[in-house]
């Protein structure tokens, strides 16, 4: 089998794996968002949410490009054989976009709903990050991947987020005692 072929077949399961991972989650967002039309309930997202997850996703476009703009310019010095790795740099910079959207989200009070008043529902972030460094390491493991920068980057990634996580537990914890 050459190496094209793998490449095909690898990016064939990546791209599977990734519709069966979020299938689920668009229908049942899809299905809540018909049933809360039908019931009259407003949106779950006020403007200032909208508008703070819109500006967390222009700050993961920048930090992506400057990151494919950092792998670029390693993969030009040629020292480090892994950066040739589409791969590689593919899981990199999913795992990096899920952690810099995500904390922005959370520290601008955007990751939740405006009606969610659970103490912990910014924990549930940690869960997609651990779920998704699972399924970055079962790809280093398996060999796919031609380094574990993948998976550094995933567990940079949860670390980071659990920072986020416990910083704004901190901070409300802080307000609810004023």
């Keep these: 089998m050459t190496e094209e072929t793998k490449t095909v077949i690898t990016a064939g399961l990546l791209l599977f794996a990734l519709a069966a991972w979020f299938w689920p989650l668009f229908l049942a967002v899809h299905l809540e968002a018909g049933d809360r ?28 490009l400057g990151f494919l703009g950092a792998w670029a310019a390693v993969d030009q010095v040629g020292r480090l054989p892994w ?5 590689d740099m593919t899981l990199c910079a999913l795992m990096l976009a899920w952690s810099v959207w995500a904390a922005d989200c959370i520290l601008h009070d955007a990751f939740v709903t405006w009606k969610d008043k659970r103490k912990n529902a910014n924990a549930i972030v940690l ?14 493991v398996s060999g796919y991947c031609k380094s574990w920068m993948p998976f550094v980057f995933a567990c940079a990634g949860a670390a980071v987020l659990a920072g986020v996580v416990l910083y704004k537990a901190r901070q409300e914890k802080a307000a609810d005692a004023v």
């Design 83 to 87: 950066t040739g790795s589409l791969l």
């Design 37 to 64: 039309k039908k019931r009259g309930e407003p949106p779950g997202y006020d403007e200032r949410q909208k508008i703070a997850r819109l500006k967390a996703g222009n700050h993961t476009l920048f930090v992506l």
């Design 127 to 140: 869960t997609y990050c651990v779920s998704m460094s699972m399924f970055v390491r079962a790809f280093c």
